[in-house]
């Protein structure tokens, strides 16, 4: 295999590519994945699309504003010649993005990119010491912060590092800068190969993985998940709560509208009550969001704000049958649920409408395989756990990181989690592969528990792991966020006990549970198990996340 010639005059990405023979491998069987050989994914998301749909078609929302696709194609390339003309960037050099979800964090996306450059988009809850962390791995050369989110990225301090503010006031401003240029700029003539962006795993265990992915990678999710599943139209408004650093929210706010020439409506953090409130008053049709948004607004008795929807995805976590069950009965709609991975960029298993089984993750997405293997490598039988592999379009090449050996095994993609595939196809997820507690010669799969405690009205929400047991070898412990008003006493860990007895496989049961006042997260939202795993190890939970007495 041999890359294309590249327009990088910044070679740090292509000299820290792994070796060939450790990639996985790569298939491109669909008709809609023959990219060119030369390729720049912002021409085909932006000018390409303005030429097709026309510029005066409607682009981003905000709750405030509106911006058309000409508007969006004209400020990127303003920041283009700012970035290159004022700031000196050439083509491969790294640019940090920090802001929250709204059109110039895009505008600069899509400058960058026409730049040449290779987009690093953080998540904007980072602190100090996780984005000096992201920058000592990925070098930046240049840094695009909103300017309220300045505090943490100057916190840093990392060396040669140019900071340029936007959304504030002054002349250097990135948005008045580049208010000064023409608008007039020339993509830079990438190859398809090249370097765009540089993606972080979400870090709930040890030191996070920089991911390289290349301009057609970028199209490939939106050409493959997106068009056969989602199925996009023109008319669309997407809407929904990942951050755009998060490749989950990336691809389902900005590349998927884009490719088809919809609209995206982008907010800063809202809570899922607010989240339906925009879905009604803007007339959404694609909502992208995780499961305990959906469960939330179920709770708060809106799914009738949810009627101008035509399409609700799910990921990030696994998606409850209980929760899909209990929507579709209020909504009418399906929720096409489906598992990802920052290391293959965006989804690759998934179903909708009539394929949707509830509880099962669905089929291999069309332009992707997968399987389930035994620790040997072999297939694993129909109805065995397993771990899961996954070949396709995308794959994980992370950047010098000897992980790589780890994640990619015999031409496969090894993303970690336990899956049962059964005669249909269909994969179901049973659990990450370092989240199975084997109690007393049980595998049990924590988040089963967790789906099952997550069904008493009691229970906000809730997270498993495995405790450290003389006798049983572990325990399953479970760390409970009550509802208002529900005592964390012994009768109450006794009702969820016995619920879950009643509702799964008795031997599966909690037999330790705490009671806490938060669940510990990801900037993304994740459950970080890691941390689960250490309050279950220590006997003790965090001390900031116990209830009030």
Known sequence: ?????????????????????????????????????????????????????????????????????????????????????????????????????????????FAVLRAGGVVVTTMPLLRAHELGTLCEISAPVLALCEHRYLGELEAADVPGLAVVAYGGSGADDLIARSAAKAGEFEAVDTAADDVALIAFTSGTTGRPKATMHFHRDVLANADTFSRHVIRPEAGDLFAGTPPLGFTFGLGGLVVFPLRVGAATLLTEPVNPQQLAELVAQFGVTVLITAPT?????????????????????????????????????????????????????????????????????????????????????????????GVL???????????????????????WNITGDTYIRDADGYFWYQARSDDMIISSGYNIAGPEVEQALAMHPDVVECGVAGAPDERRGMIVKAYVVLRDGIPADESTVKALQDFVKATIAPYKYPRAVEFVAALPRTSNGKLQRST??????????????????
Request: charge should be negative; hydrophobic fraction near 40%; include cysteine.
């Open 389 to 411: 592999a996954v070949k396709g379009p995308t794959g994980c090449r992370y950047l010098d990181d000897e992980r790589q050996l780890t994640y990619v095994r015999g031409g």
């Open 1 to 109: 295999m041999e890359l294309s010639p590249s327009a990088h005059a910044d070679s740090f990405c292509r000299d820290r590519l792994p070796p060939f023979e450790q990639w996985p491998e790569l298939r491109f069987d669909l008709p809609e994945l023959q990219y060119p050989e030369r390729l720049n994914c912002a021409v085909a998301l932006l000018d390409d699309v303005a030429a097709e749909h026309g510029p005066d078609r409607r682009c981003i929302l905000t709750p405030t504003e509106q911006w058309s696709y000409g508007d969006l194609l004209h400020r990127s390339r303003r920041i283009a010649q700012v970035l290159t003309e004022d700031l000196g960037l050439v083509p491969g050099n790294r640019v940090l993005l920090r802001g929250p979800n709204d059109p110039w964090l895009v505008a600069c996306w």
């Open 293 to 385: 948004a959906y469960r939330a607004i179920l709770a708060a008795g809106l799914a009738e704000r949810m009627a101008t929807l035509r399409r609700c995805v799910s990921a990030g976590e696994a998606l409850p049958a209980d929760v899909w069950h209990r929507f579709h009965e209020a909504t009418g709609l399906r929720i096409i649920d489906g598992i990802g991975a920052t290391e293959m960029l965006h989804v690759f298993i998934s179903a909708a409408d009539e394929e949707i089984r509830p509880g099962a993750t669905g089929l291999a997405v069309p332009g992707y395989t997968a399987d389930v293997l035994t620790p040997d490598g072999e297939r694993a039988p129909d109805g065995q756990p």
């Open 532 to 549: 689960l795993r250490e309050w279950a190890a220590q006997g003790i939970p965090d001390p900031e996340s116990a209830p009030s007495p």
